[in-house]
């Protein structure tokens, strides 16, 4: 079993940035493929980033490609998500999830273990 723990979201304007952790807990860390994914009020969960076990490959959603960053601390079991730039439509709580894939995947379904989720809104 894993254990997802995410934190840093909030309110920020629009333009501003914030960068979410997700502390892991459980099953070695280091082993997992870690993913953002995000919900909007109404809509489906989608897709943000992710990053394989060894942070060697990362894969963005086209819409977040060149604002968001994607990184991981596996000395201290944690997963970031750097955002920029952060524009209204961003507003959705995110949460992370691990996989035991070994690749960066965007599938949901191919995601073992989810966190409780962390709500950041933009103001426009």
């Known amino acids: 079993q894993v254990q997802l723990v995410e934190s840093g979201g909030g309110l920020v304007q629009t333009g501003g940035s914030l960068r979410l952790s997700c502390a892991a807990s459980g099953r070695t860390f280091s082993s997992l493929t870690m993913g953002w994914f995000r919900q909007a009020p109404g809509k489906e969960r989608d897709f943000v980033a992710a990053?394989?076990?060894?942070?060697?490959?990362?894969s963005y959603a086209d819409s977040v490609k060149g604002r968001f960053t994607i990184s991981r601390d596996n000395a201290k079991n944690t997963v970031y998500l750097q955002m920029n730039s952060l524009k209204p439509e961003n507003t959705a709580v995110y949460y992370c999830a691990a996989s035991v894939r070994r690749w960066a995947t965007r599938e949901s379904d191919e995601y073992d273990y989810w966190g409780q989720g962390t709500q950041v809104t933009v103001s426009s």
């Open positions: 990053v394989t076990w060894n942070g060697v490959s990362t």
